[in-house]
């Protein structure tokens, strides 16, 4: 999966748009003010949610270019490829962008649990309502 990227700036800008963002052919991802956009990683199989993360530009660069997966660590301030230490990498199958450009979905084929708790997904429990409040379930 190739895309032709300039080396100063690999996206269009989304302000430089004629066309209404919703109708572009133009990939002109809006980052938010801290440099980053949410990507949700599904399971190309199934359709089911893995995970959510964040990406800056150079993330979501190497992810078009190497068909890998990389995401930012906003706890750690740095780029990573997902698996990288667990073995348990994401190959994109399908990148898409939602209408309006800020957010991703990564349709990906799995190896391994997703979660780094070693689940398949890291979305295993359920809000509910009981008698106390809201409380955790855990769904598998």
Same mark, same amino acid.
């Given at each position: 999966?190739?895309?032709?990227? +300039?080396?100063?700036?690999?996206?269009?800008?989304?302000?430089?748009?004629?066309?209404?963002?919703?109708?572009?052919?133009?990939?002109?991802?809006?980052?938010?003010?801290? /440099?980053?956009i949410p990507?949700?990683?599904?399971?190309?199989?199934? /359709?089911? #949610?893995?995970? #959510?993360?964040?990406?800056?530009?150079?993330? #979501?660069?190497?992810?078009?270019?190497? &068909?890998?997966?990389?995401?930012?660590?906003?706890?750690?301030?740095? #780029?990573?490829?997902? &698996?990288?230490?667990? &073995?348990?990498?994401?190959?994109?199958?399908?990148i898409r962008?939602? +209408?309006?450009?800020?957010?991703?979905?990564?349709?990906?084929?799995?190896?391994g649990p997703? +979660?780094?708790?070693?689940?398949?997904? +890291?979305?295993?429990?359920?809000?509910?309502?009981?008698? &106390?409040?809201?409380?955790?379930?855990?769904?598998?």
């Open positions: 999966m190739r895309m032709h990227m +300039c080396a100063d700036k690999p996206f269009a800008d989304p302000k430089s748009l004629n066309d209404p963002i919703e109708e572009t052919t133009a990939f002109a991802p809006k980052f938010g003010a801290d /440099g980053l990507a949700v990683a599904t399971d190309a199989k199934t /359709g089911a #949610l893995l995970m #959510l993360a964040y990406m800056n530009e150079q993330a #979501l660069a190497k992810t078009i270019e190497t &068909g890998e997966a990389w995401y930012w660590s906003r706890s750690r301030q740095a #780029l990573w490829r997902k &698996g990288e230490t667990s &073995g348990n990498l994401q190959h994109i199958v399908d962008t939602d +209408c309006d450009q800020d957010a991703i979905q990564l349709v990906v084929e799995q190896t997703a +979660c780094h708790t070693g689940r398949m997904s +890291c979305f295993y429990r359920t809000i509910e309502r009981d008698d &106390g409040g809201v409380v955790l379930r855990q769904r598998d």
